[in-house]
């Protein structure tokens, strides 16, 4: 008799405690009023009614950036929304906006619905304000028509969202956009003129991106798909202007056909004459790859992952035609296997960090050779002996940097008017041989103070 007592106190406090949660929650959602809109949870909905815009908070002026995302820059609404911080939030398992509201200002359920899993935004919504919706919890956003204006960051770090039907009449998908959400595919409407600056950079699981109609876009801004899987991605006739960073982690390239400023072959990215090989896929199978004949230039960062932070994990060697002069900024930078370099005959400039923290042991440098900037060949495994060619004329800062073991750097050239420290960074001793009848002009550059104590100065 005893055990029954107790066991019906402890019913009797349950339901108690579970009507005063219900009734909490009717009183202040059922049908709430806030300003101009009605908001309404029922059985994990919540439907938010009304006419005209979603009032502004106090930070609507502020531009967004990511250093301040998570900062300054949160939500911070009008007195009478004390639903924002309320226990409720994380029982939103879907957040309705009905026909009616016009527009969402910025910042306005930044970092709110943890749980929620869908997102739907009528066709009366012209305009998201920027970081609208950063950080919630939305695995589907499915947006109406009638948005024309999509903020930056506004779905920024929605780290679950996964699907997404943009709005057919946007025009361009601003900065960071989606950043690191989990799309794993991606529509963009025919009217998008630009993809912003990292619009969907750390999308890690995006691997497929389509383009509604006869796509319109223009630019992909730098960063656009940095950091995703992109198996294959097609740039549309239309575009005009490539950013860096933009491509990201791609097995393959193609460019519709009627494009004007560029063109693929064999799945790597080139400018429409064909004088500048632009992007060679990061992720592309193959250890050994030919750069086709007339290539003059190998762009920045054209084999490091089209300057996003990947490595190729597959090229061990390149072999360039003679029809390549230059090789830009951190061309080459990681490409982490990469041992073997057969260059150009008529190569003249290999500009910074252009091989950095490549694998090369050797290297047979052209006759041709102008110029080599700082940290061109910042190789830890170098070693050996390294020929510096006849006509070389300056050579910047730590070009052989990082060289631990390299012994001897033989100087061939007559021509050199600016030196700074060859080998930069290294404990090993390394003897510099220069040519004695350029003995009086070289002392003055080649010295202990500008080569470093581990340097030994030969001329013969």
């Not at 909490?24 to 309404?40: C, D, P, S, V």
């Not at 994380?90 to 957040?95: C, L, P, T, Y």
């Not at 601003?174 to 989990?182: N, Y």
Request: glycine share 6%.
């Amino acid at each position: 008799m005893k055990r029954y007592k107790i066991s019906s106190w402890i019913v009797l406090c349950i339901m108690f405690i579970i009507v005063s949660m219900t009734d909490a929650n009717a009183e202040t959602m059922q049908n709430k009023e806030m300003g101009n809109l009605i908001f309404n949870l029922e059985n994990g909905v919540l439907t938010i009614s009304g006419k005209g815009a979603i009032p502004e908070c106090k930070h609507k002026k502020i531009k967004w950036s990511e250093a301040k995302a998570h900062t300054e820059c949160e939500y911070d609404g009008p007195s009478e929304w004390t639903w924002y911080d309320n226990w409720y939030m994380e029982e939103v398992k879907s957040v309705v906006i009905e026909e009616g509201i016009t527009s969402i200002p910025a910042h306005a359920f930044a970092h709110s619905f943890p749980n929620a899993q869908t997102l739907i935004i009528p066709s009366t919504v012209k305009s998201i304000g920027h970081a609208a919706f950063e950080g919630c919890g939305f695995r589907q956003v499915i947006m109406g028509d009638g948005v024309t204006s999509l903020g930056a960051a506004a779905f920024n770090d929605c780290c679950y969202l996964e699907s997404v039907k943009l709005s057919k009449n946007i025009k361009k998908i601003e900065e960071r956009t989606f950043g690191a959400c989990v799309l794993k595919d991606i529509t963009i409407p025919e009217k998008v003129e630009k993809i912003g600056e990292s619009a969907f950079e750390s999308c890690d699981k995006l691997k497929v991106v389509n383009w509604e109609g006869k796509s319109r876009l223009k630019e992909m801004a730098s960063h656009a798909f940095d950091g995703c899987i992109i198996k294959k991605l097609t740039i549309p006739a239309s575009v005009k202007k490539i950013g860096e960073f933009s491509i990201g982690d791609v097995r393959e390239i193609q460019v519709e056909k009627k494009n004007k400023k560029y063109k693929s072959q064999n799945g790597v990215l080139f400018s429409k004459d064909g004088k500048t090989l632009i992007c060679y896929p990061v992720k592309k199978k193959g250890s050994t790859y030919k750069i086709p004949k007339g290539v003059k230039t190998i762009g920045k960062n054209a084999f490091s992952g089209c300057l996003g932070p990947e490595e190729n994990p597959y090229l061990k060697k390149i072999i360039m035609p003679d029809s390549v002069t230059i090789i830009k900024k951190e061309a080459f930078l990681g490409v982490k296997k990469l041992k073997t370099v057969h260059f150009s005959k008529n190569l003249k400039k290999i500009e910074r960090n252009a091989f950095m923290r490549c694998p090369l042991t050797s290297l047979k440098l052209p006759s041709s050779l102008m110029y080599m900037e700082a940290g061109a060949f910042d190789c830890h495994k170098m070693k050996g002996t390294i020929t510096v060619p006849k006509n070389v004329k300056e050579m910047g800062w730590g070009a052989f940097d990082n060289a631990h073991k390299i012994k001897k750097i033989v100087v061939k050239s007559k021509k050199l008017k600016k030196v700074n420290r060859i080998v930069g960074n290294t404990n090993n001793k390394v003897k510099i041989i220069l040519p004695k009848s350029k003995q009086e002009a070289y002392k003055k550059i080649f010295t202990k103070k500008t080569q470093g104590k581990n340097i030994a100065v030969v001329y013969k």
